[in-house]
């Protein structure tokens, strides 16, 4: 039990002394500076190309079959 308990406690003991702090995150410009030039934003709806479909019977999977067969042995 303490083999295990070790085995565990050990990775996390290591990771805490080998991390550094992150270095320090600025913006790369002047917020206070208006002569920066603002990129606009564009909304787009996420529901554009929708269409409702109906749920259908499944076909014969023989014929499926057969017709993607033979539409693939033309490519190759």
């Known amino acids: 039990m303490k083999h295990l308990f070790s085995v565990a406690i050990l990775p996390l003991i290591l990771g805490g002394c ?9 913006a790369s410009r002047d917020p206070s ?3 920066v030039e603002v990129v606009p934003s564009h909304h ?3 529901v ?7 749920p259908v019977d ?4 023989r014929k499926l079959n057969d017709d993607a067969a033979s539409e693939g042995s033309d490519a190759s």
């Open 58 to 61: 499944p076909k014969p999977w």
């Open 33 to 35: 500076d208006v002569s």
């Open 44 to 46: 787009h709806n996420p």
């Open 48 to 54: 554009a190309g929708y269409q409702h479909r109906d």
């Open 18 to 26: 080998a991390s550094t702090y992150p270095s320090e995150v600025t």
